[in-house]
């Protein structure tokens, strides 16, 4: 009854949210604010708090490794003619950090969102001193705090609709906290033992962090790292001695060193699979379900839980997923 309520809710808040921008005439879209935005899960986030106030776009496209992306001349022109920049920040979008301080040297308003969130709250990366995980997106928690980021970064620069964009937001909460519990359900109903999260990549930490998962990647924070022999092995003796059932490949990231790990562990008699795609740095398809954050975590989530033995349901926390990756 608390899945099914959960969904209800969900699914009218999302498809309320979702239709905002279809409401608004010619003369308000005249008055619009223009933002752009880098990654794909940074546009969902300020498009819900902007609401009818402004026009979002996003630079990097789906299934675009923001890690290793370098803006076009496109892409400057319309960083450069935006009245607001938003961007992940703790060098996610590591490539473009000479782009976006040429931005702000404009004096353009320029926001790294995971940077607005409190320190304390972040992962700081291990061995490497003043350094964080910038995946911060991985934990709803986590993304409820860059929620109030943004909302306090477009009240400041346009605090005439300050109180609306604190609607847009608290609107916005109610959606994410629905799914921050769903996520912690489908999690939670995977069996102790088999609680492992192998990936291509270390963006799942702040995801193992708040689901309690453990979680561990073949290349590091960011894919701009190379995996060697050594890496793949230690994973494979891992992934045989704790019999893990499932890995995953994602959808920014060349499956090739997951693959390989595949068969490393079945040359050693070890019963795993690849258990799906998983999106990590990027969302999927424009105009998708899965091309918004709620369909992104509601698919790794379902995903995850699935094929490591958990209890989802067919399609998903509000029944809108697509169909997924079979394990193989």
């Known amino acids: 009854m608390m899945m099914i309520m959960i969904r209800l809710i969900l699914l009218l808040l999302f498809i309320g949210v979702g239709t905002v921008s279809t409401l608004a005439t010619d003369e308000v879209a005249v008055r619009r604010h223009t933002i752009v935005t880098t990654t794909g899960m940074v546009r969902d986030l300020v498009a819900h708090v902007a609401g009818e106030q402004a026009t979002v776009t996003a630079v990097i496209g789906e ?65 490497v001193s003043g350094e964080y995980d910038p995946h911060l997106w991985m934990d709803v928690g986590g993304w409820m705090k860059a929620l109030d980021a943004v909302v306090q970064a477009l009240s400041d620069f346009d605090p005439e609709h300050a109180r609306r964009y604190a609607a847009n937001g608290e609107r916005y909460r109610t ?43 073949i290349q590091g924070i960011s894919t701009e790292s190379e995996a060697g022999l050594q890496d793949i092995n230690r994973l494979v003796d891992y992934i045989v001695a704790r019999n893990v059932p499932a890995v995953f490949v994602e959808t920014s990231v060349a499956d090739k060193n997951v693959r390989a790990l595949v068969d490393g562990a079945r040359a050693r008699s070890a019963a795993v699979m690849i258990g799906g795609a998983l999106f990590s740095d990027a969302m999927g398809t424009t105009g998708t379900y899965e091309g918004t954050y709620v369909g992104m975590i509601d698919h790794n989530a379902t995903t995850i839980a699935r094929a490591l033995g958990g209890q989802t349901p067919p399609r998903g926390m509000q029944g809108l997923l697509g169909d997924h990756d079979q394990a193989r």
């Open 175 to 217: 959606v994410l906290g629905a799914l921050d519990t769903y996520v912690r359900q489908v999690i939670d109903s995977i069996p102790k033992q088999q609680r492992v999260l192998v990936t291509a990549h270390d963006a799942f930490h702040y995801f193992g962090r708040a689901y309690g998962i453990e979680v561990r990647g």
């Open 63 to 127: 299934g675009v490794d923001p890690h290793l992306y370098k803006p076009t001349r496109s892409d400057v022109a319309a960083l450069l003619a935006a009245d607001v920049v938003f961007y992940s920040g703790l060098m996610l979008e590591g490539k473009m950090a000479d782009t976006l301080v040429k931005v702000a040297r404009r004096g353009k308003p320029v926001y790294a969102v995971a940077e607005l969130v409190d320190q304390g709250y972040l992962l700081q990366v291990e061995g």
